[in-house]
């Protein structure tokens, strides 16, 4: 099994289970007058490429490290947007880079498991 395969479909598969506790969801940002679906869709798209991150990055060697890491460095600068949401604020960011390290760890050991190699 290829493992850049295996990490950006199972990065695909979780990125998806945050946003069936957590959100964002589009209404925060409609009624600050932008386009809430299209301001979550980067919320979505971000947590959807963390298994492509993990893929393809060597360092740090040990897959429950490099794993979690890739979900913060993505998510990171998008929830700096969560600091400037009203009623969101840094409990939106915590969650969401809480979930994204939590979507790190789970490709890396997904593609571990599958296919018995730490990385590419």
Same mark, same amino acid.
């Given at each position: 099994?290829?493992?850049?395969?295996?990490?950006? %479909?199972?990065g695909v598969?979780?990125?998806?289970?945050?946003?069936?506790?957590?959100g964002p969801i589009p209404y925060k940002y409609d009624v600050l007058h932008i386009d809430g679906h299209i301001a979550v869709a980067g919320f979505y798209a971000a947590r959807m490429m963390i298994g492509a991150? %993990?893929?393809l990055t060597n360092y740090p060697g040990a897959w429950y490290i490099r794993g979690p890491m890739c979900g913060f460095l993505v998510m990171f600068p998008l929830t700096m947007i969560s600091l400037a949401t009203p009623g969101c604020r840094a409990t939106c960011m915590f969650w969401n880079l809480v979930t994204a390290t939590i979507v790190g760890l789970l490709v890396a050991a997904t593609a571990r498991v599958v296919t018995g190699r730490s990385h590419a």
């Open positions: 099994m290829n493992y850049r395969l295996t990490c950006i %479909v199972a598969v979780f990125g998806l289970l945050p946003g069936l506790f957590h991150f %993990v893929g």
